[in-house]
């Protein structure tokens, strides 16, 4: 393992240097499945941001904070015990207070709320250091919605993944099913258009992308495809950016192997 337990070399297709690659995309377009799988192929840290925004707008709830108070709210996202760490085996875990976390954040009344919480300038800013802060030391392959616009606009593996609200309001009504859980899909398809317009319209790291991203239209793939196509993305930009700089560009990619 490389200082910093960041990437191993000879695993998978692995990168002889820690580098962050990025993932951006509207909700349920499948960014953390494809980002888990993507960093087990690179032998990276995955780092589900979206997951920290999650904790903070659970302990809103779970606390009664009003989310429009920016004060109140920016309080509660300093005082959570969040803490990323990276286990002997490379597995990333978000945890709170010690523990890892749970389903508790992954309800729809959670993820509306999340909306609201990370709109916050005093959310952001925190979480922003911790994000910084493990990428730097660790690399890792991150997902959310400004991980390439604002959390690291430097990185050259900038990703967005994208797919028609009916598709993705498709996919996330598939997931819930199979939970056993009742499921209205046009409620889903108006949840996610809510947040969309949420997410793009905030004042603070609004939903955006721009010509320094690789845009993945995932409408057409399976999760396997789209996770071929960015590690064959990962190898075209790491030879591009390979060789001596000031920086420590990161050498080229191994060749593509299948996934255990």
């Known amino acids: 393992m490389s200082r910093g337990g960041g990437s191993r070399v000879g695993q998978r297709d692995a990168v002889a240097a820690p580098i962050v690659v990025a993932i951006d995309g ?13 960093a087990k192929r690179l032998g990276l840290p995955f780092v589900d941001t979206g997951a920290m ?18 004060a109140r709210v920016g309080e509660v996202a300093r005082r ?20 890892p976390v749970g389903d508790e954040i992954r309800t729809e009344e959670v993820s509306m709320a999340t909306s609201e ?15 910084r802060d493990f990428g730097r ?3 890792g392959v991150l997902e959310g919605r400004d991980i390439g616009t604002v959390v690291f606009p430097d990185t050259p593996y900038k990703f967005f993944l994208d797919a028609d609200v009916g598709v993705r309001a498709e ?11 009742d499921v209205d899909t046009d409620r889903l398809r108006r949840e996610l258009q809510r947040r969309d317009s949420q997410d793009s319209q905030r004042e603070t ?6 010509p320094s991203y690789e845009v993945v239209d995932t409408g057409d793939l399976d999760e396997d495809e789209v996770v071929e196509r960015l590690v064959q993305l990962v190898r075209v930009i790491s030879r591009r950016t390979a060789g001596p700089s000031a920086s420590g ?3 080229a990619v191994g060749p593509a192997t299948s996934e255990d």
């Open 171 to 181: 996919r996330r009504a598939r997931q819930q099913r199979a939970s056993g859980a």
């Open 80 to 99: 959570l015990p969040l803490r990323l760490a990276v286990s002997s085996a490379g597995e990333t875990r978000l945890e709170l207070a010690g523990r």
């Open 26 to 38: 509207p909700a349920g377009v499948g960014k953390s499945s494809v980002a888990r799988r993507l």
């Open 205 to 210: 790291a609004p939903l955006r992308r721009d």
């Open 137 to 139: 030391r660790h690399g």
């Open 249 to 251: 560009a990161p050498t």
């Open 53 to 70: 925004y999650r904790c903070v707008a659970w302990a809103c709830l779970r606390d009664g904070v009003d989310r429009d108070d920016e």
């Open 117 to 131: 919480v990370a709109r916050l300038p005093a959310v952001r800013t925190h979480l922003l250091e911790l994000q």
